[in-house]
């Protein structure tokens, strides 16, 4: 890169993404049930799992607690002092998650406690002069939808309305921007296509079944909340990896390449393309393809994950989405990097990226950066780090990561500097 000042359209965004389950803790619902059960199997498996320097730099994978999510970050009891942080950094905007199980424990029985509680956040965040940006749902489900058959139950898209029209009934006015669902098809891959995340089910037909109720539950509710208002901008957000044949002249990895990017990437964002007001992107992964459909992870430079860093994969993907002539929001970006030594370096160069996109015409208005702390990861637990701001899950302790005063540099000046 050259050495220049690279600055960003005026009024962008700049913020940190967090997700209610990851970072709350006390959360009861269909994962904290299912972790319970799988915890031992998850920390057996790991031998099998990760590569020797990874069982080696994190042992805390061989034990089952790593797979309990219990009071993860407390963050439910301490987002004044993260929001304080993040506010420290520079940050105008903050990304955060509603929890629906605590929203509507039992069916139709909604917890006004608690969505006073989420009204506390958004004024907090709102206090520190934060855009936030509300997901409905991440992931978790309450029990009794679970009992009766999930995401996959036929009434799925007319309860999650309901508990989308009850939660913007009441705090809808104190945020802008709102996504319906994060990364559906993350959950249709690992859920019903692999089958390694609850429910736990391995069925093609089951799959496609939850695809139509997401597609039809984000329809309703995008109806229902542009009528409730005016203002209100609408999403769902979707994982996109950066996908390309891995012989570039071979026309069997061209066709395979172009079949994965149809249907994984493409096909939601198709589905849903006339009920969206702008992108929400993840982007996390570059990955070849190699016919018929064999996925190889690009393996340059990894993270502690073993996933390989590819700045360029999100100039690509950005350079896609402009078809879709839609604002987009980078809603997630990240790493883990428990040492700390890739972050800086990640974020500038993805950035980089970012802004050469920009450039050539997509129209970026935001950037998030995963996570603004360390938090459960799902069915890998607690050992990834992908904070910007590093916790001791024994005391609670934030501590500040270097990486993140280089990115405060950025948000505060509004530009780059390669």
């Known amino acids: 890169m050259e050495n220049k000042t690279l600055k960003f359209p005026k009024g962008f965004l700049w913020g940190a993404a967090t997700s209610a389950y990851q970072v709350e803790g006390g ?41 309990i999510c219990g009071r993860a970050c407390d963050h439910y009891n301490r987002f004044d002092e993260d929001l304080d942080i993040a506010k420290s950094l520079g940050l105008n905007a903050f990304r955060i998650s509603v929890e ?31 855009e936030p940006f509300v997901t409905l749902w991440h992931f978790t489900n ?33 945020a802008t921007y709102w ?13 019903y296509l692999i089958g390694a995340w609850p429910p736990t089910k391995k ?28 203002s209100v901008q609408i999403s769902l957000v979707s994982a996109i990896n950066y996908l390309e044949a891995k012989n570039k002249n071979s026309i069997l990895d061209k066709l395979s390449t172009f079949i994965a990017e149809y249907i994984a990437n493409g096909k939601m964002l198709r589905r849903v393309k006339h009920k969206n007001d702008f992108i929400g992107l993840n982007y996390y992964v570059h990955k070849k393809i190699r016919f018929p459909f064999y996925q190889e992870r ?14 360029g994969g999100i100039y690509h993907v950005l350079k896609n989405l402009r078809k879709y002539d839609l604002p987009i929001f980078i809603t997630e970006n990240g790493l883990a990097d428990a040492e700390d030594k ?67 540099k950025i948000c505060k000046n509004n530009h780059l500097q390669t």
């Open 179 to 191: 996504t319906t669902f994060n990364e559906p098809t993350v959950i249709l891959l690992n859920s």
């Open 142 to 174: 309450p029990l009794w939808l679970e009992e009766i058959g999930g995401l996959e139950c036929s009434k799925f898209p007319f309860f999650f309305c309901r508990y989308a029209g009850k939660v913007f009934g009441r705090i809808g006015n104190f």
């Open 298 to 311: 690009y393996k340059k430079n990894t993270s502690d994950l073993d996933w390989g860093i590819s700045p």
């Open 203 to 230: 069925n093609i037909f089951t799959a496609f079944r939850v695809y139509r109720n997401f597609g039809k539950a984000h329809d309703l509710a995008y109806d229902m909340l542009h009528k409730m208002s005016e």
């Open 342 to 408: 890739k972050r800086a370096k990640f974020i500038k160069d993805h950035l980089y990226c970012v802004h050469k996109a920009i450039s050539e015409g997509a129209d970026v208005r935001g950037y998030f950066h995963w996570s603004l702390l360390d938090n459960f990861e799902w069915d890998k637990g607690f050992w990834p780090r992908f904070g910007l701001v590093e916790v001791d899950y024994k005391t609670m302790e934030r501590k500040i990561r270097p990486s993140a005063l280089e990115y405060a």
């Open 100 to 130: 629906w199980s605590r929203i509507e424990p039992e069916e139709g029985k909604f917890d006004e406690r608690e969505i006073e509680h989420y009204k506390k956040v958004l004024e907090a965040i709102r206090a520190r002069g934060m």
């Open 27 to 67: 959360n009861r619902n269909d994962w904290s049930e299912w972790e319970k059960k799988n915890a031992k199997r998850l920390a057996g498996e790991a031998k099998n799992k990760w590569a020797k320097w990874q069982q080696k730099r994190f042992p805390e994978m061989f034990d089952p607690q790593n797979y």
